[in-house]
């Protein structure tokens, strides 16, 4: 069995200066993800970085043998308003094991992350449903 990390590090992304020094990015350093894969290793399981969602598409394309392969799934997806379910919706295609949520509850939780105004219950839930299915048909 083989441990595969997907992330899109933040070296590999558009760079969010912020007073010429800090590079704000809510996508991890490869150092972060050097330390967990170590640790995965220490475990006793081998443990590689797959890399993120170009790789994923990538993988689709090619229609790549997922078998023994357990994907720990560490990346937001790319910069846009569904990112969170694209890595679930590819490692779906792919037949493929993986941690964290599926794109159902990755849309829910992507729309609901998103969400800037004030409700009332019905109107909340109504606003869940409506933009979840807006999700999965736009991404």
Same mark, same amino acid.
């Given at each position: 069995?083989?441990i595969?990390? &997907?992330?899109? =590090?933040? !070296?590999?992304?558009?760079?969010?200066?912020?007073?010429?020094? %800090?590079? /704000?990015?809510?996508?991890?350093?490869?150092?972060?993800?050097?330390?967990?894969?170590?640790?995965?290793?220490q475990?006793?399981?081998?443990?590689?970085?797959f890399?993120? &969602?170009p790789? =994923?598409? !990538?993988?689709?394309?090619?229609?790549?043998?997922?078998?023994? %392969?357990? /994907?720990?799934?560490?990346?937001d997806?790319?910069?846009?308003?569904?990112?969170?379910?694209?890595?679930?919706?590819l490692?779906?295609?792919?037949?493929?094991?993986?941690?964290?949520?599926?794109p159902?509850?990755?849309?829910?939780?992507?729309?609901?992350?998103?969400?800037?105004?004030p409700?009332?219950?019905?109107?909340?839930?109504?606003?869940i449903?409506v933009e979840?299915f807006y999700?999965?048909?736009?991404?």
């Amino acid at each position: 069995m083989e441990i595969k990390l &997907i992330c899109d =590090l933040r !070296e590999n992304l558009p760079s969010n200066l912020i007073n010429s020094d %800090i590079n /704000f990015s809510d996508h991890p350093p490869k150092e972060n993800i050097l330390e967990i894969k170590s640790m995965v290793e220490q475990c006793g399981y081998s443990c590689s970085i797959f890399g993120g &969602i170009p790789e =994923l598409i !990538e993988a689709n394309e090619k229609k790549i043998c997922v078998e023994n %392969i357990i /994907f720990l799934n560490l990346t937001d997806g790319l910069e846009m308003k569904c990112g969170r379910v694209q890595a679930p919706i590819l490692l779906e295609t792919l037949g493929a094991f993986y941690s964290g949520a599926d794109p159902f509850q990755a849309a829910l939780n992507n729309m609901i992350f998103h969400i800037t105004m004030p409700f009332s219950n019905n109107q909340w839930l109504l606003y869940i449903a409506v933009e979840t299915f807006y999700i999965l048909l736009n991404c």
